[in-house]
């Protein structure tokens, strides 16, 4: 990983302007890509080497992406960047059905934007096939639809997971909602494709006249309405949002939004946008059409503000608190979050989420709440159920399922299929189960995520968050906040900070010398673990053991120096004498006994040679020098945790890896494992209500979770 290049703030380049620093990079990609950079020196090769590199994947968010490729936004007429499918036929989920984008349609029509006569030409040309030149193209090998990635943080944990809790499930911490409230139709759109469903049905039926449907946009429904302005018409301001977020012939729409708005209307729109319009002189001609200018470049630059503006004009159906994360639900999934104990690399969400006070939250955030809690709460309550409640937790299961799997360490064929199999049940019955609703570009992208998977393999290589790690890098380095300096300050410190990890990871002797810097260093490169982030930066390379508390000798009790001798039945009996630690890490994964402030991380689940997955608590962790054995071994000693039993109907193993399981404890049921036993950790919620009192259940996490997912019976 290296730092290429620092775009000048204060503001990101709009529309074009990123293309001048684009080029600069590019002229240096082609010389690399032919004939190659010959180094005359480097660490290893004191005769010099030649390096051939090239550019295969733009990992950045959907709009950023858009921009850096040279394609229209993801809400406009061509919405999609890996196939040629139409805004209009968004509702068609059968991949089968989706034309194939050609790449050299896409270049033939950036080619003539590039070399059109004028603005004007480039505009139309432009508004007519979602498509400009990019200098990426210059490179000979850049397929701008194949390289292109979707950032999954983006499309699964701020788009999916946050659309389904409060636009589907809706939150309202406040009333009783009813589960079973009648949901009124969303007007259905008018498909620009003929599937082969469309054909069949024809085929079979005999010929008859229909009036034509009435289409109109619906809007994207949202937990919340326009709050109300004094002075202002606020049907008028519902009207005019509306034309601004309809994406049917999308200019004339934004042309009537511009006519039937007023300066003060725009002025409200940019404050529900949170759009700095301090600069702008109200009292001057031209205010109106600023304003409106910034609003449409906010919901084109960025998915969530569009999706923010279109919350706001919903349709207000009579009876239609149907609010299934309710008051009675909310203060349920809080209890039973304050029974869950997560491992430290998990950082547990805000204890009052969904409510006002407590406001937005983070993609983490939203991914913990969604695969974690929810599912222990709602399967608890609703596992038994039949009708409505059942099919709402099934479809939801089937979106934590496919989040679950897309973001694990190891991808295969079979896991892209299971990505698949989940992701467009999910998506199917949503029209079913929520017929008020139309998907979202976000929905149709998360569709595509498993030829991420196929093409660049699993999702950390690829991963956003991954690389947005390094912005807390320059985040911490000292400039003098003038910009059009601190940007080559930004490149100086970071190129010497990659010169000094070069010399560390090759010198040991100066290692040694500097052991408090590269402790300061092995800080920096930990931070920002929040919710999982942590498990997307590990690094497999690291030493399979390190020890992270002090040694302490001692004698073990009688009981588990039997399991000791257990463990060794063919040779001669070892002594009880051992060194006991309370926290240990294998591959930068900690581990900690129960009694000892690593609590949370003694949970695990482990194996053992008579069965394939046991959950336990770790109660001791030492390490023992067994005969003449110089090299001391790390043994745990660890509680088990037994299956609730055939009395207990667990409606958890229905959904596999992502519903867990009910245990119950057995004080006197101890194993002793090695620490390469460990799969991984578990959440653990201690449950307290009827018909599951008494009982602990057990949700595996960890980044290699795939060996669970068959274990549903």
Not at 73 to 80: D, E, R
Not at 345 to 365: C, E, H
Request: with cysteine; proline share 5%; net charge negative.
């Amino acid at each position: 990983m290296y730092v290429a290049g620092v775009i000048p703030g204060p503001d990101k380049p709009s529309k074009e302007d990123i293309y001048s620093y684009l080029e600069v990079l590019v002229a240096e990609l082609k010389e690399f890509w032919q004939p190659g950079v010959f180094f005359s020196r480097t660490h290893r090769e004191a005769l010099g080497r030649l390096i051939l590199a090239l550019l295969i994947p733009v990992i950045c968010d959907m709009l950023a992406a858009r921009q850096v490729i040279g394609l229209s936004s993801p809400t406009s007429h061509n919405f999609c960047s890996f196939c040629d499918l139409d805004i209009d036929d968004i509702d068609v989920v059968d991949r089968r059905e989706w034309p194939l984008k050609d790449v050299d349609h896409v270049r033939h029509y950036a080619q003539l934007w590039r070399d059109a006569p004028s603005e004007k030409a480039q505009e139309i040309l432009f508004n007519a096939c979602g498509i400009k030149w990019t200098p990426l193209l210059d490179l000979p090998y850049w397929n701008p639809v194949l390289h292109t990635v979707i950032d999954s943080m983006h499309a699964l944990d701020l788009n999916l997971l946050q659309n389904h809790c409060r636009n589907l499930f809706q939150i309202d911490p406040e009333k009783s909602g009813n589960v079973d409230t009648p949901i009124v139709a969303a007007g259905a759109k008018q498909k620009g494709i003929t599937t082969k469903h469309d054909l069949n049905s024809l085929k079979k039926s005999q010929r008859q006249e229909f009036p034509l449907q009435q289409i109109e946009m619906s809007s994207l429904p949202g937990a919340h309405i326009l709050p109300p302005k004094s002075g202002l018409d606020m049907v008028l301001v519902a009207r005019v949002v509306r034309h601004i977020v309809n994406t049917d012939d999308q200019v004339a729409s934004r042309s009537k939004a511009y006519t039937q708005g007023s300066t003060t209307i725009f002025s409200y729109i940019c404050e529900l946008l949170e759009i700095d319009q301090r600069e702008i002189d109200t009292t001057k001609r031209g205010a109106k059409r600023t304003m409106c200018d910034l609003i449409i470049s906010a919901i084109d630059d960025n998915l969530e503000a569009f999706e923010e503006l279109s919350s706001y004009i919903k349709e207000e159906v009579p009876n239609s608190n149907r609010a299934i994360l309710d008051r009675e639900m909310m203060h349920a999934v809080w209890a039973d979050m304050t029974r869950s104990q997560l491992p430290t690399w998990i950082t547990p969400p805000p204890p009052n989420w969904g409510t006002a006070k407590r406001g937005k939250l983070s993609a983490d955030n939203w991914r913990v709440i969604c695969t974690i809690h929810l599912p222990v709460t709602l399967i608890r309550l609703w596992g038994h159920d039949t009708g409505r409640r059942k099919e709402l937790l099934d479809n939801f299961m089937d979106l934590v399922a496919a989040v679950r799997v897309a973001n694990m360490r190891l991808s295969s064929e079979n896991q892209i299929q299971l990505y698949h199999d989940h992701i467009e049940r999910y998506v199917r019955n949503l029209r079913r189960l929520f017929p008020d609703q139309h998907l979202k570009p976000s929905h149709h992208a998360a569709l595509h995520i498993g030829d991420m998977l196929h093409s660049f393999g699993p999702n950390h290589s690829h991963s956003g968050p991954h690389y947005e790690r390094y912005i807390n890098f320059f985040h911490r380095i000292n400039t003098n906040e003038k910009f059009g300096e601190l940007e080559a300050t930004f490149l100086k410190s970071s190129a010497r900070y990659g010169n000094i990890r070069a010399l560390l990871s090759d010198d040991t002797d100066v290692r040694a010398l500097l052991r408090e810097l590269v402790e300061v260093m092995a800080k920096i490169e930990s931070e920002d673990v929040r919710g999982y982030r942590l498990a997307m930066i590990l690094d497999l390379s690291l030493p399979d053991l390190a020890l992270r508390a002090q040694e302490t000798p001692g004698y073990l009790e009688d009981k588990f120096h039997r399991l000791l001798c257990g463990y060794f039945l063919d040779e001669t009996p070892p002594t009880n004498a051992v060194t006991f630690c309370k926290e240990i890490s294998f591959r930068g994964v900690c581990y900690g006994v129960l009694n000892s402030t690593s609590f949370k991380n003694s949970s695990v689940i482990f194996s053992m040679p008579t069965t394939d997955m046991v959950a336990g608590i770790i109660i001791k962790i030492f390490r023992h020098s067994f005969a003449d054995h110089s090299e001391k071994d790390t043994y745990l000693i660890v509680q088990e945790l037994v299956l609730a039993g055939p009395g207990t109907q667990d409606p958890y193993r229905q959904y596999g890896f992502c519903g867990g399981f009910l245990c119950r404890p057995d004080p006197g049921s101890y194993r002793l494992i090695r620490i390469n036993q460990i799969i991984s950790h578990f959440v653990m919620t201690r449950l307290v209500d009827e018909p599951f009192k008494d009982l602990i259940h057990v949700l595996p996490v960890d980044r290699l979770m795939y060996e669970f997912a068959s274990q549903n019976d």
